[in-house]
C-alpha cells in the first residue's frame, strides 16, 4: 500500500505520533510519503520506502498570507499522482484535511483517492472552535472518507461540538516499549521530575515551577523542562522569583527524547487540556510515573493510584503531595513504575495500535 501522510512536521504530539506512524508502516513494508513543509523530526532513517516531499509556499507581495492549504493541496494531489499513492492520511484537521479534500477533488476525473482525517486535540478543542475555521473544519471533517481520534473524549468532544454524523474511529496513541523503556541501571542523585511539551498556555508550565519550588521545601529534587514555546520566558522568571533557578533546567526542544524519560523519577503534566497526552504515555513506558492533571483523555491513560496520578487542574498543592508520597516510598514508587510499564507494553505498544491502523486502511479503501 502507498499513503501520503501530513502533518505539523515540528514538535508537537500530532507531528510525533503521524512520524512515528509512517515509521512503522514502511518497517512492515508500506511505501510511506511525508507530504509536509519541513523534514519531520524523527525522520532520520533512511530507508528506501519512506519518501519525503517537502510543500514550497512561494511569496508574491500580494500575498499578506501565502496560501499554504493550496500549496499542500497541489503537492498533495501531484505526489499522489506520480507515485500512485492508495491513500492520504492527515494529522491535525486544520489545514491539512481541506487541502486533502481539494487534491482528491483534482484527481477525481481520473480516480479514487480516498482521505483519513485523524483528529489530534486542539484542531477541535481549540482551533477548530474559532469561528474563522469552524465552519470550514466541520466541512473537512464531513468530506473525509474516515475520521480518527486519540481518544474517546475527543471522539465525544468531537461529535458534541460539530454535530457530525460520521462514523469516528478511535485509535489511541502508541509508543514503542523497545526504544522507550527504563534504565538499565536505577537514577542516582537528586531525583529529577520532568515535564515536555510545546510550552503553550494550555500546558500551564508555570505550575511545574511551582511544584518544584513545593516540592522541594520537603526534598530535593530538580526539574528538567523539555522544549519550547511562549511560556518558556514567564516559567524562567517565575523560577527566579521563587529563588528555583539553579534547581531547573530548560533544556530547550529535544529530538530524542526516549533518552531524556529514563533520568526522570516523575513527568510533570499539569495540563489545562490534553485529549491524550502522549508525554505521559512515553513517560510510562520508560517506568517514569506521570503526576497529570484529570482532564480530557487523560483518565482513559492513566489508573490513578496505580500506574500514575490525576490531579485537580491548578492544585500545585495536590500534584506536590502525590510526588513527596511516591519518592518517600520506594516501595510504592516501584509498584507503580512497573504498573505503568506494563499498561504501557500491553495496551499502547505499536505491535498492539499499529495492526489497528492497517485495518482501518483497509476498510476505507474498500470504500
Ligand atoms: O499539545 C499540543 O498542543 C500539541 C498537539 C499537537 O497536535 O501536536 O497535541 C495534541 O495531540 C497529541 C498527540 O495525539 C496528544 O497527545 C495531546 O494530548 C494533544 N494536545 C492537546 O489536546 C492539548
Redesign the pocket.
Known amino acids: 500500500m502507498r499513503i501520503g501522510i501530513t502533518c ?1 512536521p515540528t514538535y ?6 503521524a512520524t512515528e506512524l509512517g515509521l512503522e508502516l514502511a518497517a512492515r513494508g508500506y511505501d510511506v510519503h511525508f507530504i509536509t513543509y519541513a523534514n519531520p523530526i524523527r525522520l532520520d532513517t533512511g530507508a528506501e520506502n519512506i519518501h519525503y516531499h517537502e510543500v514550497e509556499v512561494s511569496s508574491y507581495p500580494l500575498f499578506q498570507y501565502p496560501p499554504y492549504c493550496l500549496a499542500l493541496a497541489s503537492r498533495m494531489a501531484e505526489v499522489a499522482d506520480a507515485y500512485e499513492l492508495d491513500l492520504l492520511h492527515v494529522h ?1 484537521a486544520i489545514p491539512h484535511s481541506i487541502s486533502a479534500l481539494l487534491a482528491q477533488q483534482m484527481l477525481a476525473p481520473r480516480r479514487r483517492l480516498p482521505f483519513i482525517t485523524t483528529l ?4 477541535i ?1 481549540l482551533v477548530g472552535v474559532d469561528p474563522s475555521y469552524f465552519p470550514i473544519t466541520k466541512f473537512s471533517m464531513e468530506r473525509s472518507d474516515g475520521i480518527t481520534t ?1 481518544s474517546d473524549y475527543m471522539r465525544g468532544r468531537t461529535r458534541e461540538v460539530f454535530g457530525i454524523s460520521n462514523p469516528i474511529r478511535v485509535i489511541r ?1 502508541f509508543v514503542n516499549c523497545r526504544l522507550y523503556k527504563p534504565p538499565a541501571a536505577p537514577c542516582t542523585g537528586e531525583p529529577k521530575l520532568l515535564h515536555v ?2 510550552f ?1 498556555p ?2 500551564r508550565v508555570l505550575d511545574c515551577v511551582r511544584i518544584l519550588a513545593r516540592v522541594r521545601r520537603d526534598i530535593p529534587v530538580h526539574l528538567l523542562m523539555a522544549g519550547d514555546g511562549p511560556e518558556r520566558v514567564p516559567a524562567e522568571r517565575l523560577a527566579r522569583e521563587l529563588g528555583m533557578s539553579s534547581h531547573v533546567t530548560f533544556l530547550g526542544k529535544q529530538d530524542h527524547v526516549e533518552r531524556l524519560f529514563p533520568q526522570a523519577r516523575i513527568l510533570l503534566m499539569p ?1 489545562e ?6 508525554a505521559a504515555l512515553e513517560a510510562m513506558a520508560c517506568g517514569v510515573i506521570p503526576v497529570a492533571t484529570n482532564c ?2 487523560v483518565p482513559e491513560l492513566i489508573h490513578p493510584g496505580v500506574d500514575g496520578f490525576l490531579e485537580p487542574v491548578g492544585d500545585v498543592e495536590s500534584h506536590s503531595a502525590r510526588i513527596l508520597e511516591v519518592l518517600r516510598d520506594e516501595e510504592k514508587y516501584s509498584a507503580m513504575s512497573q504498573a505503568a510499564r506494563r499498561k504501557a507494553e500491553t495496551r499502547f505498544d505499536t505491535t498492539k495500535v499499529i495492526p489497528e491502523y492497517e485495518a482501518y486502511y483497509e476498510e476505507i479503501l474498500r470504500g
Not at 489530534?120 to 484542531?123: E, L, M, S
Not at 487540556?273 to 502522549?278: D, K, S, T
Open positions: 505539523y508537537g504530539g500530532s507531528g510525533i505520533v491535525y489530534h486535540g486542539t484542531d478543542t486519540i496513541n511539551s510545546n503553550r494550555v500546558k495540563s487540556l490534553e485529549a491524550f497526552g502522549l480530557g483523555g
